[in-house]
């Protein structure tokens, strides 16, 4: 079984970007589904965006046009850029591969007004 070690989460001020990055600890090549998440407090956690091994990225409306998801098959990584960061996307972010579903253990990310 994978594991998954996120990084890159920290403080930002509003409009500023963060790029995360997800570790996979074995290799990435015949992983379909690689996928952020996001939960905020008192919030359900949320797929944010998806990309598989045969298609193009997917996002949910509130990041399209900001965030950018993608995977280096070498580096056996999966990366989210982040850019013109709002205070809404303040969330502890999730890594998840599969299937079977794997998650990373999330990386906090807090934007301020």
């Known amino acids: 079984q994978v594991q998954l070690v996120e990084s890159g989460g920290g403080l930002v001020q509003a409009g500023g970007s963060l790029r995360l990055s997800c570790v996979v600890s074995?290799?990435?090549?015949?992983?379909?589904?690689m996928a952020w998440y996001r939960q905020a407090p008192g919030k359900q956690r949320e797929l944010v965006a998806a990309?598989?091994?045969?298609?193009?990225?997917s996002y949910t409306t509130s990041v399209k046009g900001r965030f950018t998801i993608s995977r280096d098959n070498a580096k056996n990584t999966l990366y989210l850029q982040m850019n013109s960061l709002k205070p809404e996307d303040t969330a502890v972010y999730y890594c998840?591969?599969?299937?079977?579903?794997?998650w990373g253990q999330g990386t906090q990310v807090t934007v301020s007004s």
């Open positions: 074995g290799s990435i090549f015949n992983i379909n589904v």
């Open positions: 998840a591969v599969g299937p079977p579903t794997t």
């Open positions: 990309i598989t091994s045969g298609g193009g990225p």
